[in-house]
Each structure stands twice: as structure tokens, then as C-alpha cells.
DNA sequence: CATGAATGAGCATTCATTCAT
DNA sequence: CATGAATGAATGCTCATTCAT
């Protein structure tokens, strides 16, 4: 994004960027955004305290960026899941599949999203969250979707049920996160969706 | 002092402990838990800093105690909702809108247990939370007792359910609360109470 | 002396002030004046903090009487074991084994005087100190007195002398103490009483 | 800042470590331990107060250190101020000399060594005082050299005697800081100095 | 660009002291 | 006299941020 993009597969530059979002990733993970010391992601990244400020405006740009950027990819992952699929209820159903199977896949990213996610609410309170707001899109679209083909029931309200899918989602996520990975999360996702899919789904379906 | 006198003279001793925690609730519901200072807390709640100590042992224990107190609160209010009805379905759709008209009636106190709890997830990882594993409980008891009498599909896994539903409830309280309380919180209880009695029920119900 | 003496053997009062002193002592001589609390002392002596504060002007003055009160008594003792003894060495030898039994018999006592004296040398810098001052002149007056009558070298200068007598039993009582008492302090009380009065002897003793 | 330029431009970075220790010096040295503050001692050094905790881990760690220290350079300075000497009795005199001399010296130095030394003996207590046991160790091996050789009593002992001579020390050394520096020190330890080789000769010496 | 020493504002917590009962 | 709840000033320590090199 800032790197200007271009020819050169891998800049020196922009590298130490990407060193010190993945050593938050992991810091985050560990500590909680407020209990996490910006001279620990620095050791993490293997750079110098100062050197964040060069490359974030500060500590709260560092998550802001983080949780931006992390989610955009995971909002490509997903429009790439759901897009083989036509009906919009088998969307929605790989969308949930596809959401926690990512968790599981990188779970210290998972770990940050989530709970260090809402461990600021009140920072993200002010700042816009484009690419959450992105995420409910897709999941307003496959709902709006549905109601339009009348495979959803007329009467749900998208903007509602959005919310309470992510929260579920969010939620199994975290308690799998913070109980130590010890169940099933893909078998976790496939309740999940059965339970969204027929609780969305128009009485004929 | 601020009580303006009344009948009694001088509230009982205890009196200031309440005081302190509801202006925990307050201040934590407009702050965050980490942003949040122990000297802020004392000035809402009328009392001086040192005071605080002598009802909590530190900070952290401020947050746990007003958790587990509330909560355990709310498990009462959500057994006497349910206890009215006999089905487990019905039982849980009146937990659903009993949660969610909660937290319409005492919007902090939802703010400080959705997002404040979550803000010290690191924290509450440590202590057992108590009151939380009962209220998780209620909800396995329902989902239990309907698979039991067949009402609920029979594969249904209560454990990583109960955890869908709570998350639900609470994301869609957070948005409510984080956006301004502007939409109908009642009317997506409704919403998500069908969609997750349907999406529960056994084929033939 | 502040009971106005009498008849009664045992007041019911002043008793506390008494209780006060003998819990001041326990918990001075394990923590140390400033790291030990008023409460602590309180606690110790069975009374509410703020009786302490009816009997002694503030911590300071608490320590100061204490000091004072046990220091008189020791006087007395060492008069009272040197009285029988004609010649200044033979009451110098005296003094020296009567400061060192009582510590060994009065453990914690001796930790008071010795170790938390000490620790607030600032704090008794600034007051008259009267009874140590009194203990330095029971000695002064030996060395006079064997100064007077050619038994202690005329060269000798009882003021600094005095000191360190005073200086060497106290730093002996103060390893045994802090030592664990494990030696056996009363033939180190020889050794010094040893050293002293020969190191004091005029040639021809 | 401060430095007013010189020679050098910039002191080096250990600099400040040393400006540290030596204001701890003078402010422990005028109002003992647990009285004077941290943020006290930096206005002293000319450092911000968290600088102090770039060198030091914590309140008591800088005064561990700067006893320890300060004591290793004064061991090194007595047992040049003995090496000269042959006979144990003569090391033991400028043993004695030498010690309060340094007193004399540097005041300041002294006080803290040996004033607050004591205030927090607790403290002292429970890390291992390597270099006082050191200063202890040079006491002991005049006094053994001396037992060996014939020229001490063969009944002293010397862990006890060397805490009498390093108590008898302190104590004059104290009084005379506390007493305004008002007498002759050196006379002092001449006294001292008599006394003790007198009073640890071997009856023939 | 990078460093990391230095800064100093900010905060949790303690505790001597008071005073209404 | 006695109590002990309440006070709030005081302090050790942390850590985001800066800036000279």
C-alpha cells in the first residue's frame, strides 16, 4: 500500500514495516494492548524503540494500522471463499467456515483481532474501521442477497443479524483461543453454520 | 454529604462500597478498565482514593468483584425470566430477549460487562469467573434439556453453542451501545431469538 | 512516672500506654521504624490505631519515649551492676558484661535500642536524647574516675573512649542479633571487657 | 547541561551513573534512606527520575550499590594504608588511622556508610554485604597473622574482636558526623588505635 | 533511516493522622 | 477514653515519546 507498489518483489525498506506488524501481532497476542509496552514489540521486531515512530504515529496508529491491514487480507480470503459459490445461504455457510478455519490456520492473528480487537473498542470507537465495516458488507450482501431470492426470510434485518453472526463467530473464536485450542474448531464452524442457515432460511427451503 | 440527609442520618457502612462500584460502572463504561484511573473512580463515587482500598484489595479486584457481583445479578434476573415457560425453546428465547432488554434498561452496566470485560480478557483469564460459568451454564441446561426432550436437533453440541449465543447477544449489545443506541435493541432481540430457535429446532417442531 | 505512682500496683489505665510501648518494640525490632506502620503496632498491641495517637504525640514521638523509657531502665540496671565494685576497670568490666547479658536476656529489646536506634539517628539527632546521654556519663565517670586515680592511662580521652565502648558492644550485639544469636554473646562479652581494660590500664596495673 | 563544556563535549554515558551515586550520596547523607526520595536524589544528579531506573533497578538496589561500591574503594585504600606494615599490631594501628581518616575525608561518604548503612539494616540484611565481609576478612587476617605470630593474646577471637574494632570505629566516626565535625578525628583514632593494640598484645609484647 | 538514552508526566498504592460516634 | 473508617498527601516506578548522534 505504501510501498508504491512496482517492480521490486521485496524492498529492504517497508520489510522492517512488516516486521514490527508481525511482532505486534504476536505482543498483542501475549498481553493486551494496554499491558503491552512499545519497547516489547520493538525487541520483538528486533529494532529500536524510536524506530515504530518512524513507520506509525504511535502506539495507537501501530493497532489501528495492524487491525486494518490484517483484516483487509482476511476480507480477500473471504470474498475469495464465498465466491465459487451461488447461492447466497452456501455463501454464507463458507463464509463461517472460512472464518474460523483462519482462525485456527493463524491463530495468533486470530487471538489479535478478536480480543485485542476489543480490548480497545474505545480507540476503535473513534476511528473509522473501514475494513470491518468491509467485512459486515460482504455479510450484509449475502444476506440481502438472500432476501432478494427469497431463500432468506423476508423479515430479517441484515444489519442486525451481521452483527450477531460476527459476535458468534468472534466469540466460539475466542473461547477456542483462550481455552487452548483444546476442541474442534472446524467442527464448531460447521454447528455454526447449520444453526445460521437454517435459522435464516425462508420456510419453503 | 451528597446524600442531601433523608430519613437516615447516615447510610449504613456498606453504603460506600455500592457507591464505589457504581461509579465504577460509570467510569469504566466511558473509559476502558486501563484508561481509567483509580483516582478518577474515587471522585465519581464522592469518596477519597484511599478509601477504595479498603473495600477492594487493588484495581484488577475492583473490576472482577463488580463483575462477578453484576453478573450474578443477572443469572437471577435471567432464572426468573425463563422459569415461566416449559420448553426449552421458549425458555430460550426468553433468555435471548431477557439479556438484551437488560441491557436496554441499564445500558453502563452492559458497557461495563461486554465491553469491559473483554477489554481485560488477560485479565478475567485468571481468575475463574464464576458467575460467567453459571450464566454459560443456564444456557447449557436449556440446550440439554431440549435435546433431551427432542425439541433441539440431536447433534447440536451445547458447549460451543452456548458460546454462539452469548457472543451474538453481546456483539449486538456492543454495536447498540457503541453506536449511540440508536436503533430498536428489542426488535433484534426478537430477530435473533427466531433465528436461533429455528436454527436449533429439530426438523419435525 | 506519668501514672502519679501510688497505691495501686496496676492501673487499668496507662496499662495501654504500656501495651503500646511493648508491641512498639516487638514489630520495631522485625521491620524497622519506617517500614513499620502504626497499624502494625496497633494491631500488635490490640488497640485501634487511633489510641496510639491518645498516648503518644505521633510515630516519632512513639519511638523517641520508647527509646527513652527503656533506655532509663537499662541505666539503672548498669548502676545498679556496677555498685558493688570499687575499682573504675573492675566497673568498667562490669558495664560491659551487664550491657551485653541484658541484650542476650532481652533479645528484642536489645534490637530496638540497638538497630532501629540507629535507624533514625536523623530523627534523634534532633532531640536532647537525655537518657543515651545519661548512659555516656555513667561511662564518662568510670574513665574519670580511673583517670583520677592512676589506674587508667592519663593520656586517655573519656569522651571519645566512651564512644567507642559504646560503639564496639553495640556493633557486637548487633551481629548477634542480626546473626541469628547462634554465639554465644556472653564470652564475647569477656573478650571486649578483656580488651577494654587493658587497653585502658596505666603501665604499671 | 550543567557540566558548563569543557574539554570534553559530551561526558561519557557512565557519566551519569556516577553523578547518580554521588548525589545519592549526599541526599541519603542528609536525610536517611527511607526519607529521602528518588525524585530528590534526581534533581541532585541533574537527571530525570526515571533515569535512575536506567541504571539502577529500584530504590534499594541504588543504595546496595552504592555501598558496595563505595566500600570496595575503601577496602582497596586500607589495604594500601596497610601493606607497608609488617607487624600485625602495626597493620592494625594503620588499619585504624586509615579508617577514620578516610571519615575525615570525605564526610559525606562516611555518613552514608555508616549511618544509613544501619537505617536499613534489614535491607542489608538479606543481600550479601560481599564488600563489608571483605572489610570484615582484612580485620581477621591482622588478627590471625598477630595470633600466629605471637604478638596478640592467643585467647581473642577474632570474629568477635573484629565487629568490636569496626563497631568502636563507626560509633566515633558517628558522633563526630552527627556532632558537627567539631573534634579532632585523628586524635581520635590515635586513642582508639592505643587502646586496641594495647589491649590485644601478648603480655611480653 | 535507525538508534536507544533520556525524559517526565502520570498513576496505583500506602499510611500517618483525624474525628464523628 | 476508645474506636476504626475515612482521608488525601506523598512517592516509587513505568513507559510512550523525543531527539542528538
Redesign the pocket.
Given at each position: 500500500m505504501s510501498n508504491g507498489g512496482g517492480s521490486r518483489a521485496r524492498e529492504?525498506?517497508?520489510d522492517?514495516r512488516e516486521r514490527i506488524l508481525e511482532a505486534a501481532v504476536r505482543v498483542f497476542a501475549s498481553k493486551s494492548f494496554?499491558?503491552?509496552?512499545?519497547?516489547?514489540i520493538?525487541r520483538e521486531a528486533?529494532?529500536?524503540?524510536?524506530?515504530?515512530?518512524?513507520?506509525f504515529?504511535?502506539?495507537?496508529?501501530l493497532l489501528i494500522r495492524l487491525f486494518e491491514e490484517r483484516m483487509e487480507e482476511i476480507n480477500e480470503g473471504i470474498r475469495a471463499a464465498i465466491a465459487p459459490f451461488e447461492r447466497p445461504l452456501e455463501k454464507l455457510r463458507a463464509f463461517i467456515l472460512h472464518h474460523l478455519r483462519e482462525v485456527e490456520r493463524k491463530p495468533e492473528l486470530g487471538e489479535v483481532l478478536i480480543v485485542e480487537l476489543r480490548q480497545s473498542s474505545k480507540l476503535m470507537k473513534e476511528y473509522e474501521a473501514r475494513a470491518f465495516r468491509e467485512y459486515l458488507g460482504i455479510l450484509s450482501a449475502i444476506l440481502d442477497a438472500g432476501i432478494a431470492d427469497g431463500s432468506i426470510r423476508p423479515n430479517v434485518e441484515p444489519r442486525a443479524v451481521r452483527r450477531a453472526i460476527f459476535g458468534a463467530l468472534d466469540e466460539v473464536a475466542l473461547s477456542w483461543l483462550l481455552g487452548g485450542r483444546r476442541f474442534d474448531l472446524s467442527r464448531n464452524a460447521e454447528q455454526l453454520a447449520e444453526i445460521f442457515v437454517r435459522g435464516l432460511a425462508a420456510e419453503g427451503a
Amino acid at each position: 500500500m505504501s510501498n508504491g507498489g512496482g517492480s521490486r518483489a521485496r524492498e529492504p525498506r517497508g520489510d522492517k514495516r512488516e516486521r514490527i506488524l508481525e511482532a505486534a501481532v504476536r505482543v498483542f497476542a501475549s498481553k493486551s494492548f494496554y499491558t503491552a509496552t512499545v519497547a516489547e514489540i520493538a525487541r520483538e521486531a528486533g529494532v529500536a524503540d524510536g524506530t515504530i515512530y518512524l513507520y506509525f504515529k504511535n502506539k495507537d496508529d501501530l493497532l489501528i494500522r495492524l487491525f486494518e491491514e490484517r483484516m483487509e487480507e482476511i476480507n480477500e480470503g473471504i470474498r475469495a471463499a464465498i465466491a465459487p459459490f451461488e447461492r447466497p445461504l452456501e455463501k454464507l455457510r463458507a463464509f463461517i467456515l472460512h472464518h474460523l478455519r483462519e482462525v485456527e490456520r493463524k491463530p495468533e492473528l486470530g487471538e489479535v483481532l478478536i480480543v485485542e480487537l476489543r480490548q480497545s473498542s474505545k480507540l476503535m470507537k473513534e476511528y473509522e474501521a473501514r475494513a470491518f465495516r468491509e467485512y459486515l458488507g460482504i455479510l450484509s450482501a449475502i444476506l440481502d442477497a438472500g432476501i432478494a431470492d427469497g431463500s432468506i426470510r423476508p423479515n430479517v434485518e441484515p444489519r442486525a443479524v451481521r452483527r450477531a453472526i460476527f459476535g458468534a463467530l468472534d466469540e466460539v473464536a475466542l473461547s477456542w483461543l483462550l481455552g487452548g485450542r483444546r476442541f474442534d474448531l472446524s467442527r464448531n464452524a460447521e454447528q455454526l453454520a447449520e444453526i445460521f442457515v437454517r435459522g435464516l432460511a425462508a420456510e419453503g427451503a
